[in-house]
């Protein structure tokens, strides 16, 4: 069972650009998280979608961000006009429906730097 | 307000030597409790976790904590430590388990 796949690894965007973060999430998990790390700072819930809603996104930007998980494909963190505080490693986990144990499975992470 | 609080931005051990991270949290109701492990450049791992009953967890690698809801602490414990344990720990409540708040982290550095 392959686990949380998240892609790019490594994605470079100049200032204005757009950023697009792909995250798979394990075979049978239907809860998708993001987070963000800041250099030198934790992980920072960003927002909580489950197949075609988002649940909570108290923690999303207010502008220029916006997260999808569609009935079919991945889910999608889209950073509009990007800029440099932008750069960070942003992380994506999920969990089955229906979890006891709300445990997060957790990406390898996108590392996005913004020059 | 909630918060979660780890004191220790980096720790230094001998390897062998005993470990305790320290992790205190202040929310209105007992959350659950969460340690999560990154190592550089990877995802995050969990640990172990607490919901409620046995206030000493058992966790994955050698590793417990204990709950002490007086303190509101959860501390991460492992009584012999490997240098593979190198790495940053992250404490991480959860009202409702859907939505981690992580600590700042500690960075565990082992000597040989």
């Known amino acids: 069972n392959a686990g949380v796949m998240q892609n790019p690894r490594h994605l470079v965007r100049r200032r204005g650009q757009e950023a697009r973060l792909r995250c798979s999430p394990m075979?049978?998990?239907?809860?998708v998280y993001w987070y963000r790390q800041l250099p030198e700072e934790g992980l920072k819930f960003m927002v909580y979608?489950?197949?075609?809603?988002?649940?909570?996104e108290s923690g999303m930007p207010k502008e220029r961000f916006s997260a999808e998980f569609p009935k079919e494909g991945p889910s999608i963190l889209r950073i509009q006009q990007v800029v440099r505080g932008d750069s960070a490693a942003y992380f994506c986990?999920?969990?089955?429906?229906?979890?006891?144990?709300?445990?997060?499975?957790f990406g390898p992470g996108t590392r996005l730097t913004v020059t | 307000a909630q918060s979660v609080t780890q004191p220790d931005i980096h720790i230094t051990v001998s390897e062998g030597a005993s470990l305790e991270l320290r992790c205190n949290y202040s929310?209105?109701?007992?959350?659950?409790l969460f340690w999560y492990v990154q190592s550089p450049g990877q995802g995050l791992q969990l640990l172990l976790k607490?919901?409620?009953?046995?206030?000493l967890v058992q966790g994955i690698k050698g590793f417990e904590a204990e709950f002490k809801r007086s303190q509101s602490s959860f501390n991460l414990r492992k009584p012999s430590v490997h240098w593979s344990d190198a790495a940053e720990y992250f404490c991480?409540?959860?009202?409702?388990?859907?939505?981690?708040?992580f600590g700042t982290g500690t960075q565990l550095k082992v000597e040989l």
């Open positions: 986990a999920s969990s089955p429906p229906n979890s006891r144990d709300y445990e997060q499975y």
């Open positions: 075979k049978g998990h239907s809860h």
């Open positions: 979608l489950q197949k075609e809603n988002i649940i909570d």
């Open positions: 929310y209105g109701a007992t959350p659950y």
């Open positions: 607490y919901f409620s009953g046995d206030t």
């Open positions: 991480a409540p959860s009202i409702g388990g859907n939505k981690l708040t």
